[in-house]
């Protein structure tokens, strides 16, 4: 069955609070979910809070967390966007290592799963690079855009159930920017390996991945799209 | 602690190359229920008050007794590819999956049988 409640050592308690400076201005209270695997074990001391982030300007994906209840990335969601308190948390239903810091070994394996990257036999002409039309080129423009922060997968009822199996909306959208690639050689091999009832058809078109995309990206779409081409080949 | 690399994980037993025919059917059965419940409240609302022989004899008629069989055939169909799907979303351990949806399956093949031979006892007259 889904796992509908936190293991006894995350269900979230009060915590620490630590009150604003004297003379501090525009005052905004952070309500931070905390997570350290030894507590209860050693002492609490004050320690650092825990958290991935890199670029600070949306390209990396590495800040991803949920903030005021929705998965986004930390270095572009302002302050002022949140009426109240702001509630952070890890990305949901994930294995957490420490404080913000999901473990994404599957989803990355996940995207490694796709083969994400281009695949030919046809041999590249010597002199210049694969040609593509300006056309062909944009369609796979946006889907490239993706940068893997896994806010989508994250935030898929169907990926929290059987992430064990289902591929989620990040490794699918991916898989969609190969398939539609002009130059790539594998589209039928591509299909085959997603033709299964959990690895794409766990997708109901629920759409959050779509509203949590901090890129404004569209997987659900993408699947859509990879479902209609595997029936455009059966009719 | 699995020692298997997270990739073997992923890939698993491979793809099962199959699940659209499930998608395809599930789209198709649920227009077929659309027309077909048009039709059926479409019959019953120029019904209203009419006797229980007139119904009857309604239903004799090859074309309702048809359409009825396939109602009832098309909504069995369509609640077992439904309820897949939810049990497939919700029911994760593999063993109690696999019996869940047997017993489904079981259940609605035996609902769509009897409604099957209701409406031809009444299409071939032995209900009176």
Known sequence: MPQFKLPENSRVQPGKTHPAPAGARDVRTFKVYRFDPDSGEKNEVDSTLTFRRSCREGICGSCAMNIDGVNTLACIKATSEIRGD???????????????????????????????WLQTRTPAPPDRERLQSKDDQEKIDRPSACILCACCSTSCPSYWWNSDRYLGPAALLAAYRWIIDTRDEATGERLDDLEDPFRLYRCHTIMNCAQACPKDLNPAK?????????AERQH | MSLKSPLRRVTYLGSAKGGSGHWFAQRMSAVALVLLGLWLVAALATMGGASHANVVAWLS???????????????????????????EDYVGAKGQRLAVL?????????AAVIGVLAVLRIAFGVAA
């Open chain 2, 61 to 87: 008629s090859p074309v309702a007794a048809a359409f009825a069989v396939l109602l009832v055939l098309v909504a069995a169909w369509h609640a077992v590819l439904g309820l897949q799907v939810v049990i």
């Open chain 2, 102 to 110: 047997i017993v489904v399956k079981f259940v609605f093949a035996v």
């Open chain 1, 222 to 230: 993408a699947i859509a799209e990879i479902k209609k081409m595997i």
């Open chain 1, 86 to 116: 702001v509630k952070i948390y890890p990305l949901p239903h994930m294995p957490v290592i420490k404080d913000l810091v999901p473990d994404l070994t599957n989803f990355y394996a996940q995207y490694a799963s796709v083969k994400p």
